[in-house]
T-cell receptor
């Protein structure tokens, strides 16, 4: 059973370019989460999505950042006009629909995508 | 809003000894989940252990166990017989229980060093 798959693992962008990070959740998981980890810091929540719906985007910067999780295909985190401060590790995580107690309430993480803005 | 606090930025332990990492949280909810994740130098986030708030019994996973004190809102992680491979950043996390799902809220982490 493949885990959460993120790509690219490493991405270098020049200031002003766009960055697109992709995430395929674990099989059977319908909830996707994006987190950002700045150097030497903890993980900060960005957005929570279900298929075709944004459930909670309270951690997303108001400008330049967007996320989607279409009916078909991976979830995409898009950063427009990148700046040096966007350099960070971006983690995607997934979980099944948590109707029941038990392991379904655990969120599993991908290996992260490292964005470097030069 | 829920908050998670890890008051120990760094901890160290001798190989084969026991270490306890502290975590406190703040919530008005009664039904929730608590987790410890480990982030080794590879930076991957690895689930260590999980606790459901409605269960009074403390969770254990091999050498890892927790001391869950619901009234005190405390959730510490004990690592027994520490191994060199346990060296990592450890994050405590909280998740509210909702049928529609909810996000994880993390503490700032504790960097654990294991000395040979």
């Amino acid at each position: 059973n493949a885990g959460v798959m993120q790509n690219p693992r490493h991405l270098v962008r020049r200031r002003g370019q766009e960055a697109r990070l992709r995430c395929s959740p674990m099989k059977g998981h319908s909830h996707v989460y994006w987190y950002r980890q700045l150097p030497e810091e903890g993980l900060k929540f960005m957005v929570y999505l279900q298929k075709e719906n944004i459930i909670d985007e309270s951690g997303m910067p108001k400008e330049r950042f967007s996320a989607e999780f279409p009916k078909e295909g991976p979830s995409i985190l898009r950063i427009q006009q990148v700046v040096r401060g966007d350099s960070a590790a971006y983690f995607c995580a997934s979980s099944p629909q948590s109707l029941y107690r038990g392991s379904g309430n655990t969120i599993y993480f991908g290996e992260g995508s490292w964005l470097t803005v030069v | 809003a829920q908050t998670v606090t890890q008051s120990q930025p760094e901890m160290s332990v001798q190989e084969a000894e026991t270490v306890t990492l502290s975590c406190t949280y703040d919530t008005s909810e009664s039904d929730y989940y608590l987790f410890w994740y480990k982030q080794p130098p590879s930076r991957q986030m690895i689930l260590v252990i999980r606790q459901e708030a409605y269960k009074q019994q403390n969770a254990t996973e091999n050498r890892f166990s927790v001391n869950f004190q619901k009234a005190a809102k405390s959730f510490s992680l004990k690592i027994s017989d520490s191994q060199l491979g346990d060296a990592a950043m450890y994050f405590c996390a909280y998740r509210r229980r909702e049928t529609s799902g909810s996000r994880l809220t993390f503490g700032e982490g504790t960097q654990l060093t294991v000395n040979p």
